[in-house]
């Protein structure tokens, strides 16, 4: 549990967060941000952080093929994603990629199989009514590609 009070002036603002466990491969984070005083309650969301991964092959990295990586589940609001790759090139053109869900293509330019890193890709806020898949679509092909795995954990809250 973490707190922090910040008082400007006349009021304080208070945020306090508290992260959970509710499912083996979901993470979740409660924030609560209040303006003290004037009984304003500015947000009150549970973040939640799902961990989906894909060992892909060669044929897989090949331009335009998409590979489903894992279902967002119904009934939220996607607001990013964590993306952490293994190398999945050896040089030359570089890997890009994307992230789709459904049919709706989220966030571009992903270059994390280039190099073997991770990184936070925000997105537009993004409704779900079902399960809906998630998939990484290759859009700029290697040269050489590489097998290895890539994690997505899709950052989200219940609307």
């Known amino acids: 549990m973490a707190n922090t009070t910040i008082?400007?002036?006349?009021?304080?603002i208070a945020v306090t967060g508290r992260?959970?466990?509710p499912l083996a491969q979901g993470v979740t984070f409660e924030a609560s941000t209040s303006i003290r005083n004037s009984g304003?309650?500015?947000s009150n969301k549970s973040v939640t952080a799902w961990a989906m991964s894909h060992t892909y092959t060669i044929a897989e990295l090949q331009k335009n093929v998409s590979t489903g990586v894992g279902y967002v589940p119904g009934g939220v609001t996607v607001i990013g994603f964590v993306v952490t790759s293994d190398d999945l090139d050896s040089g030359g053109t570089a890997l890009r990629q994307s992230l789709v869900l459904g049919s709706t293509s989220l966030v571009t330019g992903i270059a994390?199989?280039?190099n073997g890193?991770?990184?936070?890709?925000?997105c537009i806020p993004t409704d779900t009514t079902d399960p809906t898949v998630l998939y990484q679509k290759v859009t700029s092909a290697a040269t050489t590609a590489a097998t290895?795995?890539?994690a997505v954990t899709a950052m989200y809250f219940s609307t």
Do not use: E, M, Q
């Open 7 to 12: 008082s400007p002036g006349l009021g304080s």
């Open 19 to 21: 992260a959970t466990s």
């Open 40 to 42: 304003f309650k500015v």
């Open 112 to 114: 994390d199989g280039a």
């Open 117 to 122: 890193t991770s990184a936070f890709y925000p």
């Open 148 to 150: 290895g795995a890539v």
